[in-house]
Nanobody, 120 residues
Framework: QVQVVESGGGLVQAGGSLRLSCTAS????????MGWYRQAPGKQRELVAT???????NYAESVKGRFTISRDNGKNTVYLQMNSLKPEDTAVYYC??????????????WGQGTQVTVSS
C-alpha cells in the first residue's frame, strides 16, 4: 500500500509565495520521478514541474522563473516553492510519484490535491 499526501496550499495575494510539500509513504522500494500538476476549474490537468531521482527538472513555460521544484530523497518528499504568484495560478495542485513498490511493481500514485487560491 502506497500513500501520497500533499500539504501547504492556501489563500495568498498576488505577488505572494507558497510552498507545497508532498510525501510518499508505505510499501516503497524506490521512487523515480516525482511531479506537480494542477487543474483549474473547467480546465484539464496540466503539468507544472517534475524532478527525477537524480535531480533533473522540467517546468511548464508558465511557471519558469517563478516556481522551483526540489526533493529530499531520504524523506520521499518533493517540494514546490511558488513565488510571484498570479491569479491564473489558482488551481488544485496534485503531486504524483512514479515508483517501484516492495513487490517490484512500477506504478504512478497520485495525491488527493491541495487548493491554491491567488487573489488579485
Amino acid at each position: 500500500q502506497v500513500q501520497v499526501v500533499e500539504s501547504g496550499g492556501g489563500l495568498v495575494q498576488a505577488g505572494g509565495s507558497l510552498r507545497l510539500s508532498c510525501t510518499a509513504s508505505g510499501s516503497i522500494r524506490s521512487i523515480n520521478a516525482m511531479g506537480w500538476y494542477r487543474q483549474a476549474p473547467g480546465k484539464q490537468r496540466e503539468l507544472v514541474a517534475t524532478i527525477t531521482s537524480g535531480g533533473s527538472t522540467n517546468y511548464a513555460e508558465s511557471v519558469k522563473g517563478r516556481f522551483t521544484i526540489s526533493r529530499d530523497n531520504g524523506k520521499n518528499t518533493v517540494y514546490l516553492q511558488m513565488n510571484s504568484l498570479k491569479p491564473e495560478d489558482t488551481a488544485v495542485y496534485y503531486c504524483n510519484a512514479n515508483l517501484v513498490d516492495r513487490m517490484w511493481r512500477r506504478d504512478t500514485y497520485w495525491g488527493q490535491g491541495t487548493q491554491v487560491t491567488v487573489s488579485s
